[in-house]
């Protein structure tokens, strides 16, 4: 900062000695109270300066964590995609495996609806039996060889069935029920 004083024409030196020290004290005391208004205005002006700088600093790290969270946020997203396009993939998967099943699931009820039409048509006495020997399922025709209450699973009738009952437990009609050896074969 600077100071700029300016006089008007020169007054005689004999005339305005007096006059001349009265204004010079208070130039001076002008001039002291302008210098420290200039010396504080320099420190408040650089204080000023040094907090700017601070925020400036502190600006750049918080826009350098930004930039770093969007990078993370960036790559989590392209994550996140990639596992999106992969449960897609896995879902069109599912859903073809899913549609094969039901083909599947469609094409054995047709063919038990076959089977089932099959052995009531023909009246052929059929019992169907597990390693074990126990009765899976049979045809109403069984009850007449055996002593059976109730009849298979495409019987009718509703009464109790023996499914699970061991063959040679069965007695047949006309004969003993120690042939069980024959139902092996």
Same mark, same amino acid.
């Given at each position: 900062?600077?100071?700029?004083?300016?006089?008007?024409?020169?007054?005689?030196?004999?005339?305005?000695?007096?006059?001349?020290? #009265?204004?010079?004290?208070?130039?001076?005391?002008?001039?002291?109270?302008?210098?420290?208004?200039?010396?504080?205005?320099?420190?408040?002006?650089?204080?000023?300066?040094?907090?700017?700088?601070?925020?400036?600093?502190?600006?750049?790290?918080?826009?350098?964590?930004?930039?770093?969270?969007?990078?993370?946020?960036?790559?989590?997203?392209?994550?996140?995609?990639?596992?999106?396009?992969?449960?897609?993939?896995?879902?069109?998967?599912?859903?073809?495996? @899913?549609?094969?099943?039901?083909?599947?699931?469609?094409?054995?009820?047709?063919?038990?609806?076959?089977?089932?039409?099959?052995?009531?048509?023909?009246?052929?006495?059929?019992?169907?039996?597990?390693?074990?020997?126990?009765?899976?399922?049979?045809?109403? #025709?069984?009850? *007449?060889?055996?002593?059976?209450?109730?009849?298979?699973?495409?019987?009718? @009738?509703?009464?109790?069935?023996?499914? #699970?009952?061991?063959?040679?437990?069965?007695?047949?009609?006309?004969?003993?029920?120690?042939?069980?050896? *024959?139902?092996?074969?």
């Amino acid at each position: 900062m600077f100071l700029v004083a300016f006089v008007e024409g020169r007054a005689p030196l004999a005339d305005n000695k007096n006059q001349a020290a #009265g204004t010079s004290t208070r130039e001076e005391g002008a001039t002291k109270a302008l210098n420290r208004e200039l010396l504080t205005t320099k420190a408040q002006l650089q204080a000023t300066v040094e907090d700017l700088e601070t925020a400036n600093e502190e600006m750049r790290s918080i826009s350098e964590e930004y930039q770093s969270v969007n990078e993370e946020l960036q790559s989590t997203n392209e994550e996140l995609e990639t596992s999106k396009e992969e449960m897609q993939s896995i879902n069109e998967e599912l859903q073809t495996v @899913n549609a094969e099943m039901f083909a599947k699931n469609e094409a054995l009820t047709v063919l038990n609806s076959d089977f089932k039409n099959l052995l009531d048509s023909t009246q052929i006495a059929t019992i169907f039996l597990d390693d074990d020997l126990c009765i899976k399922s049979f045809t109403p #025709g069984m009850m *007449d060889i055996f002593r059976l209450r109730g009849g298979g699973p495409w019987a009718a @009738n509703g009464r109790h069935c023996p499914i #699970g009952r061991l063959l040679r437990t069965a007695t047949r009609l006309s004969e003993s029920p120690s042939r069980t050896h *024959d139902y092996r074969a």
